[in-house]
């Protein structure tokens, strides 16, 4: 089947925006449901192809509709901290939701975003929460809804949170106490996610597969604090914390605005987020090295954009 029709959740994130630029370029039809048309309209409501919808997602009417009549739906809602029960309800209970609402509306292509690292066992509440929602997703398979997962390791582009932050930091603080210095990550390009993500929806062999997508080369987060601070032109001295003074800092940081930090993120760094699959044997090109993009968007930072980062995190 041709896929004409998407619903995108989670498309107004991070990762989202480019999936859904990618997918309006090539004429399909995206609907994109969020909590704050707002904050949706500069980059979505202007796509020829887009539909964005005010509504709560984990209000299962309004789901319904934005689910019926879409030819396949790509799951991209996810939380990086737990408050309020958002891993249960974000990471379980909502691909489940999607599963059984696909059923009922008759979609019968599901794609659906998860996270490297992502197991039963893993260290963190986020990386099992996920495993969770992963095992949800594969359930669809009997009923005829034909699935596939994807688990990025750590994402980089603009827009970014992750070295977007880091540039800020490094710009801010001369000295720098570090978590989990030797924490090992392999960035992948947020381009090529989006690509791959965008690729799969009328790919038969990507169906009931999950696959591990990661950049080129495996960094250390020592590493790439230190190239990010050569990158905006700063030598930030990295003091590498220990184990207890990482979960202190940590707890610090998760009681602040912004909740830059938590302990949970730093158990899921007890994990490397690494992985010898390359992508997809069906994907058309090699992911993008980190170094050939950061430079462009991170140095490119003006205080407009480092302030829109704030707002985002401040969900304003
Ligand atoms: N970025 C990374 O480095 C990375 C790495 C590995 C895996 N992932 C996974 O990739 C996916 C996309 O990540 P991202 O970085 O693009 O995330 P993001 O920028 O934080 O976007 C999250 C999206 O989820 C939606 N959402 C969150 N909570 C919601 C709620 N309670 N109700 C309704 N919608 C909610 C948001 O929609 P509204 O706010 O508009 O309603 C937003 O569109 C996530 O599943 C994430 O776990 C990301």
């Given at each position: ?12 994130g ?6 859904a ?19 949706a309209?500069?980059?979505?409501i202007t ?5 964005v ?5 984990h209000?299962?009417?309004f789901?319904?509709r ?13 939380v990086?901290h ?5 891993f249960q309800r974000?990471h379980v209970d ?21 996270a490297?690292?992502?197991a ?16 949800a ?11 596939t ?5 750590v ?7 992750f070295?977007?932050?880091f ?6 603080f001369?000295?720098l ?10 960035p992948?390009?947020v ?9 799969s ?23 790439l ?10 030598r ?11 979960n202190?800092?940590a ?7 912004g ?9 899921s ?12 044997a ?16 991170l ?11 704030y ?6």
């Amino acid at each position: 089947m041709t896929i004409r029709t998407v619903c995108l959740l989670g498309g107004s994130g991070f990762l989202g925006r480019h999936v859904a630029h990618r997918l309006s370029a090539a004429g399909i039809e995206v609907r994109i449901p969020t909590r704050n048309r707002e904050l949706a309209k500069d980059t979505l409501i202007t796509l020829p192809t887009s539909e964005v919808i005010a509504g709560d997602i984990h209000d299962t009417n309004f789901l319904r509709r934005a689910l019926t009549g879409v030819d396949a739906v790509v799951n991209l809602v996810g939380v990086l901290h737990d408050g309020r029960g958002g891993f249960q309800r974000n990471h379980v209970d909502l691909p489940a939701r999607v599963v059984s609402l696909c059923r009922e509306a008759g979609v019968e292509r599901l794609v659906h975003i998860s996270a490297l690292g992502a197991a039963p066992d893993a260290p963190s509440a986020y990386l099992r929460s996920k495993a969770q929602g992963e095992a949800a997703i594969r359930a669809a398979g009997p009923h005829g809804i034909h699935w596939t997962v994807f688990r990025p390791s750590v994402v980089f582009g603009n827009g970014d949170s992750f070295l977007s932050m880091f540039a800020t930091f490094v710009r801010l603080f001369p000295v720098l106490p570090l978590g989990c210095a030797n924490a090992r990550f392999q960035p992948v390009f947020v381009e090529d996610v989006a690509r791959v993500v965008a690729a799969s929806l009328d790919c038969a062999a990507s169906h009931g597969q999950t696959y591990d997508l990661c950049g080129p080369r495996v960094y250390t987060l020592r590493e790439l604090v230190e190239y990010v601070g050569a990158t905006v032109g700063k030598r930030p001295c990295v003091v590498p914390l220990s184990p207890g003074l990482a979960n202190l800092q940590a707890f610090v940081l998760e009681h602040l605005p912004g909740r830059l930090m938590t302990r949970d993120n730093v158990l899921s760094m007890q994990v490397d987020n690494v992985s010898a699959a390359g992508f997809p044997a069906w994907f058309d090109g090699a992911p993008t090295p980190l170094e050939s993009v950061a430079p462009g968007y991170l140095a490119d930072q003006t205080s407009r954009t480092r302030l829109d980062r704030y707002r985002g995190l401040a969900r304003r």
